[in-house]
């Protein structure tokens, strides 16, 4: 995952050189998309029983990188073809952080489930 938002940059830029504090989120809930968020999380999976996925723990950041802890599952999904993932501060709505290509890309079937592996979700910031 790559393409953080401008939000965000916004958000630490003005944090790191005292203009403003950011506010740290809640918790980081991860979304699927069907073609690239760009910077404002577009495109998302809607459908099915699909919802972001909140809780998701990941490792303390090391040499700028850092990837989930656990399983990621998304249930009862519509059929589709995922092709991104995301990463939001809330459940709904709310503010896009950072999105990436999903490689390869994960057809999903009426009803089925997509999991996304503890380790597999990989967030950089370079």
Known sequence: ????????????????????????????????????????GVNEV??????????????????????????????????CTVTHVGIWEVASAGTFIAGGIMAPNKPVGAGGTLIIPAGDLDVTLD
Do not use: C, K
């Open 46 to 79: 809607v459908g099915g029983s699909y919802g972001r996925q909140g809780d998701t723990a990941f490792d303390v950041a090391a040499s700028g990188a850092t990837s989930n802890t656990a399983d990621i599952t998304f249930t009862s999904m519509p059929a």
């Open 1 to 40: 995952m790559g393409g953080v938002s401008d939000s965000v940059e916004n958000e630490l830029l003005d944090h790191i050189l005292s203009t403003a504090a950011w506010t740290m989120p809640s918790g980081a809930y991860v979304s699927l998309h069907t073609a690239d968020p760009g910077e404002t």
